[in-house]
């Protein structure tokens, strides 16, 4: 088997791989202190990390924001009550902190809940 160009043999893959590995190696791993911040730049860990505590210690969404159906916007469009362009955001305001798998009760149509008031 030839090289596209039609110079030399091709090296089957399983070769070419053996090949590297044998003439590579794993680097050696070396201990760093938490004690500088910097002491690891660049570096990977040997090993998985495992923390003791959750990260975040709290709950937290991965994401935030509002599901609506296709239909609905359709309507609002049509009646002039959509208030966001196209790639914009509207703003609503948060009065109080909300339990975990709760959502604001609003108004159909409104300009937005107020939750907690």
């Known amino acids: 088997m030839t090289t596209p160009t039609g110079t ?10 053996a090949g590297i590995l044998a003439a590579t190696g794993p680097l050696p791993s070396e201990d760093v202190g938490l004690g500088d911040p910097l002491a690891a730049a660049g570096l990977v860990t040997a090993a ?11 709950t937290n969404s ?46 159909r149509g409104g300009r937005g809940p107020r939750c907690g008031s």
């Open 62 to 107: 991965a994401m935030d924001g509002f599901a609506v159906r296709a239909a609905d916007l359709v309507a609002a469009a049509a009646g002039g009550e959509v208030g966001a362009a196209d790639g914009s955001t509207v703003r609503l305001e948060v009065s109080a902190d909300l339990p975990a798998a709760r959502a604001c009760r609003h108004r």
């Open 48 to 58: 998985p990390v495992r923390s003791r505590l959750p990260a975040p210690v709290f």
């Open 8 to 17: 030399g043999e091709r090296v089957p893959y399983e070769d070419y791989l």
